[in-house]
């Protein structure tokens, strides 16, 4: 384990305090090592040095952390497992399987008209895994655009999802966007 994932894992996990500002990850990376064959046993994984967050659409916004895998999420739709979304800092990211930048925006155009996107107060997408630079510049556009109606604060690139190292979401607990100050912080502590 990456000790950023350990960290922040720890901090959401053991603490009876809330999580507090995350920074971005140094490096990260995409590689798979097979756990099954120990692969990971044998080296460290390479990592490339991050160019961190980027910061898509300024603004504040406090709301309740709701997400997941977008791929997993679809599941619930139409189930009395799909969220409130009322008020929440909504947190995807995508699968190994890479869905195309396209195949996410038809997604959230479904969200759109569900009313989903008009209850949120802030977006975060973690870092797509195997995208190129050409392909995570797309699923910025796109994002942008699908959100344009609404103005808040979008944050992509983020350390979470099926790259590592990763921080830890704690589902339902209250969260901060500042873009000001370049912040996201956990503000409710995850367990007593």
């Excluded at 040095?49 to 619930?76: D, F």
Aim: aromatic residues 12%; contains cysteine.
């Amino acid at each position: 384990m990456l000790s950023y994932t350990e960290h922040y894992f720890l901090k959401a996990t053991v603490s009876g305090e809330p999580i507090g500002i995350l920074e971005p990850a140094s490096d990260w990376t995409e590689e798979f090592q097979d756990w099954e064959q120990k692969m990971d046993l044998n080296r460290p994984r390479k990592l490339t040095p991050s160019v961190g967050w980027h910061w898509l659409r300024a603004g504040k916004a406090e709301g309740k952390l709701m997400g997941g895998c977008l791929e997993s999420l679809q599941h619930l739709r139409g189930t009395p497992y799909w969220p409130d979304w009322d008020n929440t800092i909504f947190f995807f990211e995508t699968s190994e399987e890479k869905p195309s930048p396209a195949t996410i925006d038809g997604i959230l155009m479904d969200y759109e008209i569900m009313g989903v996107l008009q209850k949120l107060s802030g977006l975060i997408v973690g870092r797509p895994m195997y995208y190129s630079d050409e392909e995570k510049s797309q699923l910025d556009q796109h994002i942008l655009e699908r959100t344009r109606k609404f103005d808040f604060p979008i944050i992509t690139n983020m350390d979470f999802g099926h790259t590592a190292p990763q921080f830890t979401l704690p589902i339902g607990c209250q969260a901060k966007i500042d873009s000001a100050k370049k912040h996201f912080e956990i503000i409710e502590t995850a367990v007593i």
